[in-house]
């Protein structure tokens, strides 16, 4: 069945991979048949292929707010969907393999996997990134000096601050321009992700998924009210359980440092304190109080974190553009607060004639208002068989 190609429907061609899958017995066999094509893609709740979904968003253009005119308003979606367009006709790996590579591969393994023939080329860059940042943390000194030139590769615009870091005379400098670089490139994450992957290399004031999260491995059990370590993937025949055990070993000293925004922030206070002289500082401090920003829902959002920092940022280096800019952000963010609260008082009034439903359609409206600012998010879950 798997011989016929495009002749049977693409769902069905999933399903049969997935059957093969339980008889291999080596890694290449592994990734060969664990690769899907996906049936559809999800954005915000339409389905549909990525030509489809350029159709619809094309749908809204408005002469009113557009003024640049249709042609320009169609290529400007054009261009913004321009790399996820490309996964419309690749292979991929599913949510339940990804999570496989995270949960039972050892980051040897996961360096195994990058090199094999039967990886597809485009896939390589989410491996070396993730193998790269596991080094860092996990602190492999021997891993990282070999993987570095790897994400290089994949990434050239990395050269310069890796580079530097290279160049550092101590640990103490390496260990900073590292730091640094970490901080200035939130695509950056250990873990592998599924579907289409991050993209988006600029810290956001509503991005949910800059650097990373601490992963979740326990569950609700019903029966015990009570949170219970989820259970692992079924372990491929080619790896050993002492390799999964390393895995796992692994897996818990990055689970243990926290949500990265919490855990960055650590690290440049430490870094502040050791060196306050240091030029890249205020700016190190200003990005940890806008990842720990109060719109940071995913993970983040301590308020307790971003307040000790931007008074240590305010109080230790008054002068610094990075503290001028924090404070306009402030001022800015204090306006637009004011003017959100006289805009509902003036909404409620007009539209609804009691007190209990003006708040129920205060929230709702503000719900919708958020979903509308993540529309343009990239594409990220990838459907792989019809749904009965």
């Given amino acids: 069945m798997l011989e016929t190609g495009d002749q049977i429907p693409i769902s069905a061609r999933n399903s049969f991979l997935g059957l093969k899958l339980k008889t291999v017995e080596s890694m290449d066999e592994y990734l060969t048949y664990s690769l899907r094509k996906p049936f559809g893609f999800d954005f915000d709740g339409d389905v549909g292929s990525v030509d489809d979904i350029i159709a619809e968003q094309k749908k809204w253009f408005d002469p009113e707010y557009n003024k640049e005119g249709r042609e320009a308003f169609e290529k400007e979606v054009e261009d913004r969907y321009k790399s996820e367009r490309l ?14 590579f995270n949960q039972l591969f050892p980051t040897a393994m996961l360096i195994e996997v990058e090199k094999s023939p039967a990886l597809p080329e485009y896939l390589r860059e989410r491996f070396v990134m993730a193998i790269w940042v596991r080094a860092y943390l996990l602190k492999d000194a021997s891993t990282l000096e070999k993987m570095t030139p790897e994400l290089i590769k994949y990434n050239p615009d990395f050269e310069p601050q890796l580079a530097k870091a290279a160049a550092a005379k101590t640990e103490a400098a390496r260990e900073a321009a590292l730091l640094y670089f970490v901080l200035k490139n939130p ?9 289409l992957g991050k993209s988006d290399n600029e810290q956001g004031q509503w991005d949910a998924n800059d650097w990373w999260c601490a992963p979740y491995d326990t569950t ?16 491929p025949p080619f790896l050993t359980a002492a390799q999964t055990q390393t895995a796992q070993l692994e897996r ?21 304190k050791k060196s306050p002289a240091d030029k890249r500082v205020p700016e190190a401090l200003f990005i940890v ?18 307040d000790e920092y931007a008074k240590y940022l305010k109080t230790r280096y008054p002068s610094s553009p990075w503290t001028a800019k924090l404070i306009e952000e402030e001022k800015a963010n204090k306006k637009k607060t004011k003017k959100k609260k006289k805009t509902k008082k003036k909404n409620w009034v007009m539209l609804v004639g009691s007190r209990g439903r003006g708040k129920i359609l205060i929230f709702f409206l503000a719900f919708i208002r958020l979903v509308l600012d993540f529309s343009f998010s990239v594409l990220r879950l990838c459907i792989f068989r019809a749904q009965p």
């Fill in 187 to 195: 695509i950056l994450t250990p873990y592998l992700e599924d579907g």
């Fill in 289 to 306: 109080i806008g990842a720990n920003g109060w719109t940071k829902y995913g993970c983040g959002n301590d308020e307790d974190i971003r």
């Fill in 87 to 100: 996964w419309q006709s690749r292979m991929m790996f599913d949510a339940d393999i990804i999570e496989s």
């Fill in 220 to 235: 609700y059990d019903e029966a015990t009210s009570a949170e219970v370590p989820k259970p692992l993937p079924k372990r």
């Fill in 252 to 272: 818990k000293k990055l689970r243990d440092m926290g949500d990265a925004p919490k855990y960055l922030a650590a690290r440049v206070m430490e870094w502040a």
